[in-house]
Nanobody, 126 residues
Framework: QAQAVEYGGGLAQAGGSLRLSCTASGRTLSTYAMGWFRQASGKEREFVAGIRWSGDVLYYSDSGKGRFTMSGVHAKNTVYLQMNSLKPEDTAVYYC???????????????????WGQGTQVTVSS
């Protein structure tokens, strides 16, 4: 049974920081890539950051560049998202996604990923 579990969401004030973590597990192939997405209430799910393990290639959305840092440990299928200088517009449910099969999309695309965590709420107050 494959699954991904996120931790670290919560309430922060504008300018504060949160650190999210996610581990993908199960008796399946190790992850090929992992990503973070977020979805604000009433909005589309959007890419935040991703990592391709081969070469440790990182991808960031414009919204997170300069403020968010993704890292991880491939052997543990675990990733982190350090979020600094939080803004109210960062408020969303943050999802971890695991990519185990090449589906023909790039790592910013929802369609590339094979399974998802349940999400963790991040709320940033002004």
């Amino acid at each position: 049974q494959a699954q991904a579990v996120e931790y670290g969401g919560g309430l922060a004030q504008a300018g504060g920081s949160l650190r999210l973590s996610c581990t993908a597990s199960g008796r399946t192939l190790s992850t090929y890539a992992m990503g973070w997405f977020r979805q604000a209430s009433g909005k589309e799910r959007e890419f935040v950051a991703g990592i391709r393990w081969s070469g440790d290639v990182l991808y960031y959305s414009d919204s997170g560049k300069g403020r968010f840092t993704m890292s991880g440990v491939h052997a543990k299928n675990t990733v982190y998202l350090q979020m600094n200088s939080l803004k109210p517009e960062d408020t969303a449910v943050y999802y971890c996604a695991a990519d185990r099969v090449v589906n023909g999309y790039d790592y910013t695309s929802i369609e590339e990923y094979d399974y998802w965590g349940q999400g963790t709420q991040v709320t940033v107050s002004s």
